[in-house]
């Protein structure tokens, strides 16, 4: 799937933030996007997930370091300019990479107060892969990776993968799983506990039935410039 003119800008936005460089010139292109031009560019998930990752990853690097914002108020304040458009990291994330889920319903159910833009431009299927694809600067988060839509689906897969065998420990001795918590603030989306024992099976290979499931305590330490080259693939 060949990527658009709006996600090679996120593309480009994100590739700048890594390399140091000054994002402005991208800054400025995004939020003169067309809307209507960004719906029609934007008509699969597969262009929406690349998108609005990469945005994500870019413009969290950008608030924290560069426009200087607080962490009380990095996720909800609405000063990302996309489109004519000002947007949150909430609404990307919660909004429209999860499809307006109410944030701390442990994605069982909708926001009902979603804006109807928000609606429009959400993805049409939550992947619960998001969560490991997305940087929020702490040390438990995935490393921020370069998303194109005609790799994505590889990518997300990478990056499940890195995150799962970083993130995950087996305790044969006590029949233990030690799970990131991002699955229990997460549960819906991830299907419940049954789902999330069925994606340790698939993705590790590893044995969980007869296993208890715990939940490590998530690190809020800041790696802000945590890249890894090798999700580019």
Request: hydrophobic fraction near 40%; aromatic fraction near 12%; charged fraction near 25%.
């Amino acid at each position: 799937m060949t990527s658009t003119n709006s996600n090679k800008i996120s593309e480009q936005l994100l590739l700048a933030v890594k390399m140091q460089q000054s994002p402005n010139k991208l800054i400025a292109e995004l939020e003169q996007l067309n809307l209507q031009q960004l719906q029609a560019d934007l008509k699969t998930d597969a262009l929406k997930k690349a998108f609005w990752i990469n945005c994500y990853n870019a413009y969290f690097q950008i608030l924290r370091k560069t426009w200087k914002v607080n962490k009380s108020e990095i996720y909800t304040k609405k000063i990302i300019v996309i489109a004519g458009e000002k947007f949150s990291l909430d609404d990307i994330e919660h909004g429209i990479l999860r499809r307006y889920r109410y944030k701390f319903s442990l994605g069982y159910l909708p926001n009902p107060f979603a804006p109807n833009l928000i609606k429009q431009l959400a993805v049409s299927q939550i992947d619960y892969r998001i969560h490991f694809a997305l940087n929020c600067g702490a040390e438990s988060c995935p490393p921020i990776a370069f998303y194109s839509s005609d790799k994505i689906e590889q990518q997300l897969e990478l990056a499940t993968l890195s995150f799962l065998e970083t993130e995950t420990a087996v305790l044969n001795d006590k029949k233990e799983i030690h799970i990131s918590t991002l699955f229990k603030w997460f549960l819906g989306d991830f299907g419940g506990r049954k789902g999330t024992r069925k994606i340790l099976a698939e993705k590790l290979e590893i044995e969980t039935n007869g296993y208890a499931l715990i939940y490590k305590p998530y690190s809020w330490e800041e790696a802000l410039d945590n890249y890894s080259e090798d999700t580019f693939a």
